[in-house]
């Protein structure tokens, strides 16, 4: 007798202590949908927990089915059909996850009932995990891998468009004081280098930049590339520069405005990327979109000599730069779909 008292005492208290345990998760009214349809309700449970569900029609001998899934998975966890009642059917939840409780009858009317569901936390400190679940919309993308030609950059070609050493005479001279040179850059340029020398000093000044001690030099010096070259290729940090005054005056324009300058009428109008007055020597690098564009997709540089009696040999070197367009066969990838989707999130834990 005494066995069987103390045996009921510890039952007694087992059974105490696990309703202690367990958390109510829902305890709600619901309506089983009739002919097949679906009533669905989701919770989040933690990992070791054990989820208690009891589902007690209020029309006793009504059939209902039962179908419990993984969300993330669509693993079936649970399925069961025609049953009357389900009293406190456990399953033990091995990760962390979102469970699906799908609820459907064959009747042909709705079945009303009551729901519970309880979790048994294995851990004293996940006690307070909040199994309600919210809704987040999030971009579900869809990728495809193709292959494709993609457009590298290529070695830089120079291309020498003037190199010439012409006279502009004097003010008195009965031959032009001005001068007009016309040049065309390539397709492909992607920036053009021009150097202007009076004299036979700054020629000279020019062809000493092969023995300067640099490495840009060096390598301009064995292979032998002129400066202009090694400085549109960026070898070459500057080119010569005579910062005094002289007696040429130089402008880039286009036909109309050349033709005017020449014939020293007015209306002829510069272009403003590059110019100079009084100089012995200039230089600059003139990258493709600063160069104006042209109807006849030519530019004129033009010269003036202010100088009364004295004619001055003038040294135009332009060299423009092409970039030789190569193509590479890669694996990219692309997004082919994007969908948005409802996906749950845990309540805090």
């Known amino acids: 007798m005494k066995y069987n008292l103390l045996v009921m005492m510890l039952l007694w208290s087992v059974a105490t202590i696990a309703q202690k345990r367990a958390i109510t998760v829902t305890e709600q009214s619901i309506s089983i949908p ?26 006793a001998g009504e059939a209902i089915n039962l179908e419990v899934q993984e969300y993330t998975s669509g693993a079936v966890v649970y399925n069961s059909k025609g049953l009357k009642k389900i009293k406190d059917l456990k399953l033990t939840v091995p990760q962390k996850q979102v469970y699906k409780f799908i609820l459907s009858t064959a009747s042909d009317k709705a079945i009303p009932a009551r729901l519970s569901i309880k979790r048994l936390p294995e851990k004293d400190e996940t006690r307070h995990f909040n199994s309600n679940i919210t809704w987040k919309t999030k971009n579900d993308t869809t990728w495809a891998t193709t292959t494709e030609k993609v457009l590298v950059k290529g070695e830089l070609t120079p291309v020498t468009l003037i190199d010439k050493t012409f006279r502009v005479a004097s003010m008195a001279n009965l031959n032009p004081s001005r001068v007009s040179v016309p040049f065309k850059l390539p397709a492909n340029t992607v920036h053009w280098v021009y150097w202007i020398g009076v004299g036979q000093q700054s020629v000279e000044d020019l062809k000493n930049m092969t023995k300067l001690v ?48 020449v014939a020293d009428v007015d209306g002829w109008k510069p272009y403003t990327f590059a110019q100079g007055t009084g100089i012995i020597s200039d230089y600059k690098k003139v990258s493709l979109a600063e160069t104006p564009k042209t109807t006849d997709s030519t530019l004129y540089a033009t010269f003036r000599n202010s100088n009364t009696v004295t004619g001055l040999d003038i040294t135009l070197k332009i060299v423009a730069f092409e970039q030789e367009k190569k193509y590479v066969t890669r694996q990219v990838r692309k997004p082919l779909k994007v969908e948005q989707k409802q996906v749950p999130v845990f309540g805090e834990s």
């Open 214 to 261: 640099t490495k840009g030099a060096s390598v301009i010096a064995s292979s032998t590339v002129s400066p202009v070259v090694g400085f549109g290729l960026g070898l070459l940090p500057s080119l010569p520069q005579v910062n005094a005054s002289g007696n040429i005056d130089y402008y880039f324009m286009n036909k109309a405005s050349a033709e005017k300058f």
């Open 34 to 59: 009739a002919n097949g349809q679906q009533g669905v309700y989701f919770y989040g449970f933690q990992k070791g927990d054990v989820a208690v569900i009891a589902i007690d029609p209020d029309k």
